[in-house]
């Protein structure tokens, strides 16, 4: 934030100002070890990537590479990638999503095994809907208009 402050007149003082741009540098930074990332799974073995570093960072300093390759080549990365895999897959397996609105998931499950297809319902607009003057103006509507049809 220091760099920013004296580049740029920003009151460091405040605090939306202050999270917009830590979110923004995170989101840099995150972009930048994903793509060092994949510069390092260009090479087929830890020496090989170790050997050649990417120029971005050669004015950075080898030090951060080498660290920045241990940790690509560290059981514990190793572990996270393994279950960031098995959670995609497992999230791909899913036969149907658990937000289903106002109706409570176990009236969906059963729905579907006997066959039924009811219209979804979200509980917000339901709400705004039974609630504002519009909405009771359409129910009476629709009300009239099925007692005239049943004539």
């Known amino acids: 934030m220091d760099e ?5 007149e920003i009151d460091s003082k ?3 100002l202050t999270n917009y741009v830590n ?3 995170n989101g840099r930074y995150r972009e930048f070890k994903a793509e060092l990332s994949s510069y390092y799974k260009l090479h087929k073995t830890h020496e ?11 004015d950075r300093g080898v030090d951060q590479w080498v660290e920045l390759c241990n ?4 059981d514990k990365f190793r572990i996270f990638i393994k279950s960031s895999f098995a959670n995609i897959e497992n999230r791909s397996k899913k036969k149907y999503n658990h937000c289903t609105g106002s109706r409570p998931l ?7 095994a006997v066959g039924l297809h009811l219209p979804f319902t979200n509980s917000k607009t339901d709400h705004l809907f039974k ?11 629709e009300g009239y208009d099925t007692a005239a049809r049943s004539k």
């Open 4 to 8: 920013i402050t004296t580049n740029f």
């Open 14 to 16: 405040d605090s939306r």
């Open 23 to 25: 979110r923004l540098y």
């Open 48 to 58: 090989d990537a170790l050997a050649n570093p990417p120029i971005e960072m050669l």
């Open 71 to 74: 940790h690509f080549n560290s």
């Open 106 to 112: 176990s009236y969906i499950v059963e729905e579907m």
């Open 131 to 141: 609630h504002n003057k519009i909405g009771k103006k359409m129910k009476q509507k």
